[in-house]
């Protein structure tokens, strides 16, 4: 084969897959059905989240419950993170705007105050968390004016003098997720179920400050957000016409993240807390834990 052969084979292969970058792309009409699909389209398609098996207590022989943190300043978690401005589409979005987004319209329901999943957040209390409002001196003024008739709500301060802050997709630093490995004796093999994710932010009181504080905004339950996460796609650098789903690429590990606890007897307590100010030896204990849970599998075959 020549080499303008085999030029022209790559030419005309990265082209197409350019072309399936966007959902709908090549039965659109128009350009606004770019990425919207007819009813009948979605019956042809049958798009949705693969489900998980049912494991009985019995088939489970050896587990363990572990916390890990997703740093989004590292390359493979990228795509986590980006696009960060921008209308790329309606199925390109970075996966903070995907969970606020569900929670706010009401598609991911399952959101609680911390992984262990016992006490739900509202709505409002995640608003609080993600907005706030701060008035200038020259409002404080206005409002001194004539303060019965503001508080009445007669008057309104003028939207010049309100400063609102927003946590947006930009200042995420990381996540934070929950999840269970366990030996299948079924199937002889090691497995991992994701329970829980939780976007690491800056405290909105915190922005603009040098030192930031940085809170986990709501925990979502990872089984019940699937339909949602699998609606929108993360980037694939190798093949645009294979982008995977969100739910894809939780589900299947496609990123790095660090071990920062496992469930122990001294209230599933944090690495940090009993190694502390050693970074070095919090990586190591961490390094520790994973092997301790490959070792699960591989004990098995040893004889």
Not at 10 to 16: A, K, Q, R, T, Y
Not at 131 to 138: E, G, H
Not at 228 to 250: G, M, P, R, W
Request: aromatic share 12%.
């Amino acid at each position: 084969m020549s080499r303008k052969i085999l030029s022209l084979i790559v030419f005309f292969s990265l082209v197409s897959s350019a072309a399936f970058a966007q959902s709908n792309l090549l039965n659109a009409k128009t350009a606004d059905q770019i990425g919207k699909k007819t009813a009948a389209q979605d019956s042809l398609d049958n798009d949705k989240p693969l489900p998980y098996g049912y494991v009985g207590d019995r088939d489970v022989l050896l587990a363990r419950k572990v916390w890990e943190r997703i740093d989004l300043n590292q390359r493979v978690n990228f795509p986590m993170y980006f696009p960060i401005k921008g209308n790329l589409g309606s199925d390109r979005k970075p996966l903070y705007d995907v969970l606020v987004e569900g929670v706010r319209s009401g598609t991911i329901t399952e959101v609680y105050d911390d992984s262990y999943f016992v006490t739900r957040k509202t709505l409002k209390d995640i608003e609080e968390s993600l907005t706030f409002t701060d008035t200038t001196d020259a409002g404080i003024e206005q409002y001194n004016t004539d303060i019965k008739a503001y508080k009445s709500g007669k008057k309104t301060i003028s939207p010049e003098y309100i400063n609102r802050t927003d946590i947006k997709a930009i200042d995420v630093e990381g996540y934070e997720i929950v999840g269970y490995w366990y030996f299948d004796k079924r199937q002889g093999e090691l497995k991992y179920r994701m329970l829980g994710i939780a976007p690491i932010v800056p405290d909105v009181f915190t922005m603009g400050k040098e030192e930031k504080e940085y809170i986990r905004i709501f925990w979502v339950f990872f089984p019940a957000a699937r339909d949602v996460l699998h609606k929108y796609k993360a980037f694939n650098e190798e093949n645009s016409a294979s982008a995977i789903t969100f739910d894809h690429l939780l589900n299947s590990r496609r990123f790095n993240g660090v071990i920062i606890a496992e469930e122990n007897v001294y209230g599933d307590r944090l690495i940090e807390n009993y190694l502390k100010e050693n970074s070095q030896m919090q990586l190591l204990e961490a390094e520790r834990i994973k092997e301790k849970i490959r070792n699960f599998e591989q004990d098995m075959w040893n004889y």
